[in-house]
Each structure stands twice: as C-alpha cells, then as structure tokens.
C-alpha cells in the first residue's frame, strides 16, 4: 500500500524559511516521480515541483522557481521541499503526491496523495 506522509508546515514571516519533508512508503523512489502541490484557501490545486525518482530532475511550477528547492533521500525514502524567501502567496496547504508526471511544463499529481501539512506566511 502506498502512503505519503508531510511534516514540517507552520507559522513563518515573510522573507522566511521551512523545511517540507514528505515520507513515503509502498513503493521505491527509482520507480516513481513524486511531487508537490498545494492548495491555498478558496482556490485550487497548484503545481509546485515534480521529482523524476529515475534521474533526478525536477520541474518547478512558476510562481515557485529560484526559491523552492526539492530533493531526496532515497535511503529514507522521503523527499523534501526547501523553501525560501516565502510570501504571504505562498500560504497553503502543501500536499505530496506520487506519480507525478511534467507534460509540456505542466505538472500533474498522480493516485497517491498525503494529507496534507500547512503553511502559513505571515506578512
């Protein structure tokens, strides 16, 4: 069974940093692309980046690239999301999800989702 576990969300100031961790079991990172999105109040799904778990690359959605860094530890099996210069836009509950897929730029989730961790960025 695939399960995605987030942690690391809270209160931040403008300007400020957290530190996303994504845990996932049922299945190998090699084998799979796994991702984040997120979802502010009131407004849909955004993409956020997408790891490809057999090279390594990743794609970032725009409103994210130059801050957000996403790596992996493929012994821990868990990924993580670095973000930086954070803005009250940023607000949002962050969600991993696996497979993700990147198609003409655009990213999309996959059938596996967490429940979610969030953040708040406080102006």
């Known amino acids: 069974e695939v399960q995605l576990v987030e942690s690391g969300g809270g209160l931040v100031q403008t300007g400020g940093s957290l530190r996303l961790s994504c845990a996932a079991s049922g299945f190998t990172f090699d084998d799979y692309s796994i991702g984040w999105f997120r979802q502010a109040p009131g407004k849909g799904r955004e993409e956020v980046s997408c790891l490809n778990g057999g090279d390594g690359h990743t794609d970032y959605g725009d409103p994210v690239k130059g801050r957000f860094t996403m790596s992996s530890d493929n012994a821990k099996n868990t990924v993580y999301l670095q973000m930086n210069s954070l803005k009250p836009e940023d607000t949002a509950v962050y969600y991993c999800?696996?497979?993700?897929?990147?198609?003409?730029?655009?990213?999309?989730?996959?059938?596996?989702w967490g429940q979610g961790t969030p953040v708040t960025v406080s102006s």
């Open positions: 999800t696996a497979p993700c897929t990147v198609v003409a730029g655009i990213l999309t989730g996959g059938d596996y």
